[in-house]
């Protein structure tokens, strides 16, 4: 019973992943993000934890490659998302300071 418990918390989430990045893939582009980083759940964590994608093969994409505009969009757009939660992703507390001083 337990193995099963936590195949379906996996398979739910896993659905909460697909429905949340169907809805937001098109915005996360317009924003400049290569699709690298919102490629599947464990990366965009990863994005989201260090700015770029530490623990997974990446281009060398970081968020400091965005222009000033992108990063304020990346900045509107995670505090959509993330800015009520109780813990931010660190890759907001970075924004909030890189947009603030500009």
């Not at 990863?46 to 304020?72: C, K, R, T, V």
């Not at 990346?74 to 993330?82: E, I, N, V």
Request: some cysteine.
């Amino acid at each position: 019973m337990v193995f099963k418990r936590t195949k379906t918390n996996a398979a739910h989430r896993a659905r909460e992943w697909r429905a949340w990045i169907d809805q937001h893939r098109a915005g996360l582009a317009a924003i400049g993000l290569p699709p690298e980083v919102y490629l599947d759940e464990s990366r965009w964590n990863d994005f989201l934890e260090n700015g770029h994608l530490h623990w997974h093969e990446s281009s060398g994409f970081e968020f400091g490659d965005l222009s000033p505009a992108q990063l304020a969009a990346l900045k509107r757009f995670l505090d959509q998302q993330y800015g009520a939660t109780e813990r931010r992703p660190p890759l907001l507390e970075w924004l909030r300071v890189r947009c603030d001083e500009a």
